[in-house]
């Protein structure tokens, strides 16, 4: 179950790649998930810039229990 706020989603990926972003997580002390989040901010942050991240930071966040997450 996704976290409240969160939103749940399936991901094919390589499993090599899996086992690199599984190496990253636990050299950080972070889980898989978290660590995945910090990646995808980081190249967020690197394509859209500073700027753009703190208006995502700044925007309302959808409620959760949307219906979307899968069981």
Known sequence: MASPGKKAFA???????WAEVERLAAADLRSVNAEVEVL????LRTRLGEAAMARLARRPRPPSGDGDAES
């Open 40 to 43: 995808l901010r980081e190249a």
């Open 11 to 17: 991901l094919r990926i390589d499993p090599l790649l």
